[in-house]
T-cell receptor, first 112, second 115 residues
Framework: LAKTTQPISMDSYEGQEVNITCSHN???????ITWYQQFPSQGPRFIIQ???TKVTNEVASLFIPADRKSSTLSLPRVSLSDTAVYYC?????????????FGKGTMLLVSP | EAGVTQFPSHSVIEKGQTVTLRCDPI?????LYWYRRVMGKEIKFLLH????????ESGMPNNRFLAERTGGTYSTLKVQPAELEDSGVYFC?????????????FGPGTRLTVL
């Protein structure tokens, strides 16, 4: 299974752009990269997913270089409510289905 | 559209007792997953159903854990007998398809405390 490495924590202020980079050197050819957000006492919430290049939705952007060994989640103009743990996951290849392997995640703290 | 729901939200039991957790996936989702986070650890995969069949149960810790999904709708996860190390948060997720790009939607979790 592809292992991911992320910063343990990051701090930011309201209104700033936050970029969280994740390393996944052993990503397999068929694997997708998915980011989840988790608030305390809640389940992980899907943010964005991509395979290569750039993906953008109403919440975030995901940048994936050509070698796919890393990815960067970009959150534009964060607010206090973006304080959460962010997980970078790579699709597990075991059965062909998307068994998720969670790492420790990045704790993002947004301050006023 | 209703999301994934789990019941109960919290459960406190004594060691040796039995507890049954329930998960109702998003309607129409064939795939149902169980995960758990024990204290201080990462979220770990337990098992995966496709409809009523167990597709992958490689993450189940031992035979004290029994998961079922009769009829391919809701699922239950029974712990019998519960041990102290079973304490943690149990998450359920569901997804509609079967590809690696399939998005999993998580429920709020059930916090289990074994005393």
């Amino acid at each position: 299974l592809a292992k991911t490495t992320q910063p343990i924590s990051m701090d930011s202020y309201e209104g700033q752009e936050v970029n969280i980079t994740c390393s996944h050197n052993n990503i397999a050819t068929n694997d997708y990269i998915t980011w989840y957000q988790q608030f305390p006492s809640q389940g992980p919430r899907f943010i964005i997913q991509g395979y290569k290049t750039k993906v953008t939705n109403e919440v975030a952007s995901l940048f994936i270089p050509a070698d796919r060994k890393s990815s960067t989640l970009s959150l534009p103009r964060v607010s206090l409510s973006d304080t959460a743990v962010y997980y970078c996951l790579v699709g597990g290849p075991n059965s062909g289905y998307s068994t998720l392997t969670f790492g420790k995640g990045t704790m993002l703290l947004v301050s006023p | 559209e209703a999301g994934v729901t789990q019941f109960p939200s919290h459960s406190v039991i004594e060691k040796g007792q039995t507890v049954t957790l329930r998960c109702d996936p998003i309607s129409g989702h064939d795939n149902l997953y169980w995960y758990r986070r024990v204290m201080g650890k990462e979220i770990k995969f337990l098992l995966h159903f496709v409809k009523e069949s167990k597709q992958d149960e490689s993450g189940m810790p031992n035979n004290r854990f029994l998961a079922e999904r009769t009829g391919g709708t809701y699922s239950t996860l029974k712990v019998q007998p519960a041990e102290l190390e079973d304490s943690g948060v149990y998450f359920c997720a569901s997804s509609p398809g079967t590809s690696r790009s399939d998005t999993q939607y998580f429920g709020p979790g059930t916090r289990l405390t074994v005393l």
